[in-house]
């Protein structure tokens, strides 16, 4: 094992590195078929590199490459990936090659394109920490772990070799905590695709032995020609970099409701199964993710919304569902969200006689009600029904009763609801504080003060 490392963190255990040769060019076009042997290959580029023992959980590990153990699929260095995702890198200018990058600001960009390629398909962050003189050490031959990720510029040895990267982790459990990248400024007809196999590499994927993807490469596939990553690249990443989840089971007492499809706000990057016949689904989401999910109703069950914020792992959220409609229904477009700006618009809209032509336009994101009769007829049935009669008055008023829902729906709580409103001076009026509005309210609209 090196005797050479400098980085303290080595110090706590054993180290490993590998040297991962990277794209050879030079062979673009070779035909698919026959794996490619040549000298790229790790035993013979990194002879005293230990691999460990591969984890029992880890499917992704393959041991014997190209003749026994799993096939068709990436694979990794059987590492964790740098830790929270994140790697930091410097970047070395020394000797690039003006004919081919014409300046340091060029380099960086192509660089961070590749960059931008791994992490919109992964949960894995690049934070670029200025430029540096110092050099990819880690690269053979020199081998050396100096705590800094740097990606630069090397001439390199044998013909066709565009590129080297050199990956170290310390453990057990084994994760990386480096990785240096060497160009080859003497011979790199296709850099964007050799950085973007390289970063493949300093992200701890080895090469796939499925053929014409990015990380394709000897001894079990050969080099491929992609600049786009594909789903074996994907796939692999996420192995090292998953997106944060969230999952459980929708459920009504005992009885799992199947079906339901949540709806994501924000939306972005969020992507979520249907929930399954026992009720799980599982969601995907950006790392960091804060927002609600919701749906309409499914077979007749009400799915409250759900609210996360700052989602970094795995999430385990169960949902209760509740059978119908409520006698006080505050979802009338039914989209699983009580909101002001259409549930709300419409209570009130109601309350003061408006017509049905008045609640056209009155539905939010992923709402099954979205045309005016059928947010009218919501709305028109619980208010026929005494169910927005909040304050418990001889009727049900807009200057009471949905202006209590609408402040509620708007955010507001304690006396900023009731406030103003002079409800002890309403006809039959039996519920003026907020404590009595609030318990009335969660019993018979389900809201969840
Ligand atoms: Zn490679």
């Given at each position: 094992?090196?005797?050479?490392?400098?980085h303290?963190?080595?110090?706590?255990?054993?180290t490993?590195?590998?040297?991962?040769v990277?794209?050879?060019?030079?062979?673009?076009?070779?035909?698919?078929?026959?794996?490619?042997?040549t000298?790229?290959?790790?035993?013979?580029?990194?002879?005293?590199?230990?691999?460990?023992?591969?984890?029992?959980?880890?499917?992704?590990?393959?041991?014997?490459?190209?003749?026994?153990?799993?096939?068709?699929?990436?694979?990794?260095?059987?590492?964790?990936?740098?830790?929270?995702?994140?790697?930091?890198?410097?970047?070395?200018?020394?000797?690039?090659?003006?004919?081919?990058?014409?300046?340091?600001?060029?380099a960086?960009?192509?660089?961070q394109?590749?960059?931008?390629?791994?992490?919109?398909?992964?949960?894995?962050?690049?934070?670029?920490?200025?430029?540096?003189t110092?050099?990819?050490?880690?690269?053979?031959?020199?081998?050396?772990?100096?705590?800094?990720?740097?990606?630069?510029?090397?001439?390199?040895?044998?013909s066709?070799?565009?590129?080297?990267?050199?990956?170290?982790?310390?453990?057990?459990p084994?994760?990386?905590?480096?990785?240096?990248?060497?160009?080859?400024?003497?011979?790199?007809?296709?850099?964007?695709?050799?950085?973007?196999h390289?970063?493949?590499h300093?992200?701890?994927?080895?090469?796939?032995?499925?053929y014409?993807?990015?990380?394709?490469?000897?001894?079990?596939?050969?080099?491929?020609?992609?600049?786009?990553?594909?789903?074996?690249?994907?796939?692999?990443c996420?192995?090292?970099?998953?997106?944060?989840?969230?999952?459980?089971?929708?459920?009504?007492?005992?009885?799992?409701?199947?079906?339901?499809?949540?709806?994501?706000?924000?939306?972005?990057?969020?992507?979520?199964?249907?929930?399954?016949?026992?009720?799980?689904?599982?969601?995907?989401?950006?790392?960091?993710?804060?927002?609600?999910?919701?749906?309409p109703?499914?077979?007749?069950?009400?799915?409250?919304?759900?609210?996360?914020a700052?989602?970094?792992?795995?999430?385990?959220?169960?949902?209760?569902?509740?059978?119908?409609v409520?006698?006080?229904d505050?979802?009338?477009?039914?989209?699983?969200l009580?909101?002001?700006?259409?549930?709300?618009?419409?209570?009130?809209?109601?309350?003061?006689?408006?017509?049905?032509a008045s609640?056209?336009?009155?539905?939010?994101a992923?709402?099954?009600?979205?045309?005016?009769?059928?947010?009218?007829a919501?709305t028109?049935?619980?208010f026929?029904?005494?169910?927005?009669?909040?304050?418990?008055?001889?009727?049900t008023?807009?200057?009471?009763?949905a202006?209590?829902?609408?402040?509620?729906?708007?955010?507001?709580?304690?006396?900023?609801?009731?406030?103003?409103?002079?409800?002890s001076?309403?006809?039959?009026?039996?519920?003026?504080?907020?404590?009595?509005?609030?318990?009335?309210?969660n019993?018979?609209?389900?809201a969840?003060?």
């Amino acid at each position: 094992m090196p005797g050479r490392h400098k980085h303290t963190a080595m110090e706590r255990g054993v180290t490993q590195f590998i040297a991962a040769v990277g794209a050879v060019l030079g062979f673009i076009g070779a035909p698919c078929g026959a794996p490619l042997h040549t000298t790229d290959t790790l035993a013979a580029e990194s002879p005293e590199a230990q691999r460990p023992d591969p984890p029992s959980s880890n499917d992704f590990f393959v041991t014997t490459k190209a003749i026994a153990g799993e096939r068709s699929k990436f694979i990794t260095y059987g590492w964790i990936g740098f830790a929270g995702g994140i790697v930091h890198w410097r970047y070395n200018d020394a000797n690039r090659p003006v004919g081919i990058v014409a300046s340091a600001t060029e380099a960086l960009q192509r660089i961070q394109a590749g960059m931008d390629k791994w992490s919109a398909a992964c949960n894995v962050h690049f934070v670029y920490d200025g430029t540096t003189t110092q050099n990819p050490d880690l690269v053979p031959p020199t081998r050396i772990f100096d705590g800094v990720n740097v990606i630069g510029w090397t001439a390199q040895g044998y013909s066709g070799q565009t590129g080297v990267a050199g990956v170290g982790a310390v453990g057990p459990p084994w994760q990386m905590v480096e990785a240096d990248i060497a160009l080859n400024y003497q011979y790199n007809p296709a850099l964007d695709k050799t950085i973007l196999h390289e970063l493949g590499h300093m992200l701890g994927l080895d090469h796939s032995d499925v053929y014409n993807v990015v990380m394709s490469g000897p001894p079990s596939s050969s080099y491929g020609t992609q600049s786009t990553l594909q789903p074996d690249d994907i796939n692999g990443c996420l192995s090292l970099y998953p997106f944060p989840t969230i999952s459980g089971t929708i459920s009504n007492g005992a009885t799992p409701v199947s079906g339901v499809s949540f709806c994501a706000q924000p939306s972005a990057g969020v992507s979520c199964t249907a929930s399954n016949a026992s009720g799980a689904y599982s969601c995907t989401v950006p790392n960091g993710w804060g927002g609600v999910l919701h749906s309409p109703m499914v077979g007749g069950q009400r799915i409250p919304a759900q609210v996360f914020a700052n989602v970094t792992g795995a999430v385990t959220r169960n949902v209760a569902a509740t059978t119908g409609v409520p006698s006080c229904d505050l979802d009338v477009d039914d989209n699983g969200l009580f909101e002001a700006a259409t549930d709300g618009v419409a209570i009130l809209r109601r309350a003061l006689g408006f017509g049905q032509a008045s609640f056209a336009g009155l539905s939010g994101a992923c709402a099954a009600n979205t045309t005016a009769a059928s947010i009218y007829a919501a709305t028109d049935a619980s208010f026929n029904a005494g169910g927005y009669n909040v304050t418990g008055g001889s009727a049900t008023l807009a200057t009471t009763d949905a202006l209590v829902i609408m402040r509620t729906l708007l955010g507001l709580s304690g006396n900023a609801v009731v406030d103003g409103l002079g409800l002890s001076s309403k006809p039959g009026v039996v519920r003026t504080s907020w404590n009595d509005v609030k318990t009335w309210m969660n019993s018979n609209c389900r809201a969840g003060l």
